[in-house]
């Protein structure tokens, strides 16, 4: 990743992040406010939003998740996973997590901070997105028990966005939920995600 990339990510988190003005454009349901009686029993996890360099572009690593029983299946999602009792802070388990999905090397992550926190009410879990730098294109290695693809997305598309998209999401259960989403040639990005870079895009556009 360019110098001048970290030292602007650097700098603009130290401003007033967008928070719940991003958070809302992508919700689901266009709720992003829980009270504490909703959030007292909440699994700690983080995500890592990892920006590298590659053919002179940055990007960000995105996975998408197998199929399976359960409500992420085959949802596009930012490596990480669940606070583990060995984990040192919320920023070991963003890398940690990263290490066993998609094989980044911890040592080399420059964490340059975080984004502000979300929930998820459907899995329990509150999620702190982590923000990390490298200056190279890391040898991904995939864990295929929880990644069937890695998916490379240029910040620069990222930052070209002018509006979301939306799109519908058909439950197990028949259920239709419309909500908005990231169209990124083809691949479909919403709900925890999607409200994550949605954050990433105000920030870095000001």
Known sequence: MSKSLKIRL???????LPGEKAHLEAAPFRRTRYDQEELADARQSAVLVLCYQKNKESYIALIQRPKYEGVHSGQIAL???KVEKTDKNIVHTALREANEEIGIIMEDVEVVGQLTEIYIPVSNFKVT???????????????KREVEEL???????????KELSETQIT?????????PCFNFN?????????????????????
Do not use: Q
Not at 129 to 143: A, K, T, W
């Open 151 to 161: 998916i490379e997305l240029k910040l620069s598309d990222l930052t070209a966005v």
């Open 129 to 143: 997105p982590v923000i990390g730098c490298v200056h190279y294109c890391p040898d991904f290695i995939l864990d």
């Open 10 to 16: 650097a700098e603009k988190l130290t401003l007033e």
């Open 186 to 206: 083809t691949k479909i990005v919403w709900g925890a995600t999607a409200i994550i870079l949605n954050e990433m895009r105000w920030m870095l556009k000001g």
């Open 79 to 81: 490596p990480g996973g």
């Open 171 to 179: 439950f197990p259960n028949h259920e239709i939920l419309k909500t």
